[in-house]
């Protein structure tokens, strides 16, 4: 199955754009790659997932790179609501059905 | 829909005694997945259940564990002979048999805080 590597770490300044990175060279061409946050003391929660094509909803855009090694997750006007932990995930393509969550980046937005 | 629901949300025990866990999946999710979380680090995969059967377990899951779904609603995982390396959040999630197995959203629970002393 495909790794991801992210950043453990990053600020952002409340109202502006958070652009949260994930490399993922060996993805497979019928891997999804997936986004989930994790609010302190709550479980992880689905904000967005893709394919090959750009992809948009009411929380954030994601962007793949035409490889496909590589995805930025975008919150386009990030909230102090929006301090969490993001993982990026490739799903594995099994009938095992399960996902393998690394350690995520912790994205602390600032007032 | 209701969401994920996990019970107790907290629960404190001595090493040695068994506890016991309960997921309620979002209804009309056949599918159901135990994940265990320890501070700091991503969920790791656990057990996985499409209805009533269970079709994979990971390494992770010593014999001292056992997970059920009876009904192939709710399910239960069951800790035998706690260990203090037990300690962690035990996560529950749904997903839809609509979804292929690439295409699929996971809707988690809160989870379950277990503490053992």
């Known amino acids: 199955d495909a790794k991801t590597t992210q950043p453990p770490s990053m600020d952002c300044a409340e109202g502006r754009a958070a652009n949260l990175p994930c490399n993922h060279s060996?993805?497979?061409?019928?891997?999804?790659v997936y986004w989930y946050r994790q609010i302190h003391s709550q479980g992880p929660q689905y904000i967005i997932h893709g394919l090959k094509n750009n992809e948009t909803n009411e929380m954030a855009s994601l962007i793949i790179t035409e490889d496909r090694k590589s995805s930025t997750l975008i919150l386009p006007h990030a909230t102090l609501r929006d301090t969490a932990v993001y993982y990026c995930?490739?799903?594995?393509?099994?009938?095992?059905?399960?996902?393998?969550f690394g350690d995520g980046t912790t994205l602390t937005v600032k007032p | 829909d209701t969401g994920v629901s996990q019970d107790p949300r907290h629960k404190i025990t001595k090493r040695g005694q068994n506890v016991t866990f309960r997921c309620d999946p979002i209804s009309e999710h056949n599918r159901l997945y135990w994940y265990r979380q320890t501070l700091g680090q991503g969920p790791e995969f656990l057990t996985y259940f499409q209805n009533e059967a269970q079709l994979e377990k990971s390494r992770l899951l010593s014999d001292r564990f056992s997970a059920e779904r009876p009904k192939g609603s709710f399910s239960t995982l069951e800790i035998q002979r706690t260990e203090q390396g037990d300690s962690a959040m035990y996560l529950c999630a749904s997903s839809s048999s609509r979804a292929v197995l690439t295409n699929e959203k996971l809707f988690f629970g809160s989870g379950t805080q277990l503490s053992v002393l």
């Open positions: 995930i490739v799903r594995e393509n099994t009938n095992a059905g399960k996902s393998t």
């Open positions: 060996t993805i497979s061409g019928n891997e999804y």
